[in-house]
């Protein structure tokens, strides 16, 4: 019941079971895998698909032939193992050239590298079949704010984000664009910190409809934020194109935990949110396993990250066939004859609700019985219900 299939569509990028350990304070504790190998192991771990940066797959100064020699290998694997390519992304943070920005370098030759680097990025995701397109922009923040006006930033990324949507147009890819939010790390401050600010930036753009958000865990949670309250503010706008599930403890660095271990309940209303709206995009988990981790372990981490959405999608299904819970939660809100006077405004409905005799104390006085309600979810998430 717990055994992923390729049907739940749990996705990994090539960096995620490929991180060889390497931290901010130590060296790499795990043998490097290639493509080939991580694409084979998702294979028989039961996942979907694999997403790449560009140089995941394909090293910077490799040459074309050496490229495409990459690519058949790659391709080869991914039809003996069904995988597919949901996703592709740039590398606009590793390189020394991006140290100060990439589409937000205050440099116009780093701006035009960075379009060169993603629009040939964009050729090669297009080649394996990909069809979202994200952009995180870990280096597009600052230190020191006296070196560049943020208004300077945001219109640089405005004119790089609009040049590659025209770009996706002019090849005809179809990529839907997925811009995903981050607070701080590596930069002191990131520009457009959360999938809120995304949001708003995205209606700034010359096509805004091409584009949406990728919301990840661990940068929400970076933020203090409520992760299921931003996807479902995506989700409402109709720009949750893609999701980075993993976990986070608070005031921690981006620790790209495997999905549920640090805050279980946290994972269980996200779970709850997708699958309840009917989404249908990838599970994409952008995470790693602990530093401590082997080989073996690298495994334990990617089905951990499946095992554990799956199993609270079956607490999702308990939890909407619960007759206490659903009798508790019918219990809430309520009907009023004032419901649809607010629905639209009209002289009518304006003088109703103006006249309208409501008692507050009345009101205040509605029992909220939401201790009663959380530990159901407790009872129900501790396997006691
Ligand atoms: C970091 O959370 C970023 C990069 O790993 C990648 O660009 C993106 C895609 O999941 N997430
Ligand atoms: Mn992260
Ligand atoms: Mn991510």
């Known amino acids: 019941m717990y055994d992923p299939t390729p049907e739940h569509r749990f996705t990994f990028g090539l960096w995620t079971v490929g991180n060889v350990g390497r931290d901010p304070f130590g060296l790499p504790t795990r043998a490097a895998l290639s493509p080939v190998e991580i694409v084979e192991m998702l294979g028989d771990l039961g996942a979907w698909g694999v997403n790449f940066h560009d140089n995941d797959l394909v090293p910077i100064d490799a040459s074309w032939s050496e490229r495409e020699a990459i690519v058949r ?63 995180w922009g870990g280096r597009e923040g600052a230190e020191v704010d006296a070196a560049k006006s943020p208004v300077d930033a945001l219109k640089w990324m405005r004119e790089c984000m609009n040049f590659l949507c025209r770009y996706n147009d002019d090849r005809g890819y179809g990529f839907r664009f997925a811009l995903e939010a981050k607070p701080n790390e590596p930069r002191a401050d990131i520009y457009l910190p959360t999938t809120g600010a995304m949001l708003a930036f995205i209606e700034t753009l010359d096509t805004p409809e091409m584009v949406g958000v990728n919301p990840e865990v661990a940068h929400e949670h970076m933020a203090g934020l409520n992760f299921t309250h931003a996807i479902a503010q995506a989700w409402d706008a109709g720009k949750l194109f893609h999701i980075d599930l993993n976990d986070q403890q608070p005031g921690r660095f981006d620790q790209d935990l495997r999905f549920g271990s640090a805050n279980p309940k946290a994972a269980f209303y996200v779970v709850k949110f997708l699958e309840d709206v009917g989404y249908d995009g990838p599970r994409h988990f952008d995470a790693h ?26 607490k999702a299904r308990r939890f909407r066939a619960d007759a206490e819970i659903q009798a508790l939660l019918a219990g809430l809100g309520g009907d009023s004859a004032l419901t649809p006077v607010m629905a639209a405004y009209s002289t009518e409905s304006r003088d109703t609700i103006l006249g309208a005799k409501i008692d507050r104390h009345a009101l205040a006085q509605k029992q909220l019985p939401y201790e009663r309600l959380d530990q159901l979810v407790i009872d129900l998430l501790l396997g006691v219900r």
């Not at 140290?99 to 964009?122: C, E, H, I």
């Open 289 to 314: 396993c602990y530093r401590s981790e082997d080989a073996a372990g690298v495994r334990d981490f990617a089905a951990g990250c499946m095992r554990t959405y799956l199993i609270l999608a079956d």
């Open 73 to 135: 290998a790659f391709r080869g694997a991914l039809e003996r193992t069904g995988l597919c390519v949901p996703m592709a992304t740039t590398n606009l943070f590793g390189e020394p050239v991006f140290r100060d920005g990439a589409f937000t370098s205050a440099d116009p030759d780093v701006r035009a590298y960075a379009l060169q680097k993603t629009m040939r990025a964009m050729d090669l995701g297009a080649d394996v079949g990909a069809k979202t397109y994200v952009f």
